[in-house]
């Protein structure tokens, strides 16, 4: 149980930041622009914000019905 945990929480530390950073590295990088790079970071946190709850609401509603059907 706790190797689950450490690993939800590495999850949502790549989701979060490690993934939105590396995202705006490259479009930065590639365009030769830091604004694009900044606004390109901001843009996949504010996707990753609002994706996240929906994505564990789908999920936490799975566990539910599974553990329904089990018993």
Known sequence: MP???L????NYIWLLLAFPLAVALLAGVLTHST???I???LLVECGMA???P????VMSRNDQSR???GK
Not at 7 to 10: E, N
């Open 39 to 41: 606004k390109t970071f």
């Open 54 to 57: 929906l994505l564990n609401a």
């Open 67 to 69: 553990r329904k059907r």
């Open 3 to 5: 190797r689950q945990n």
């Open 35 to 37: 604004s694009l790079g």
């Open 7 to 10: 690993v939800r929480i590495l």
């Open 50 to 52: 609002v994706l996240i």
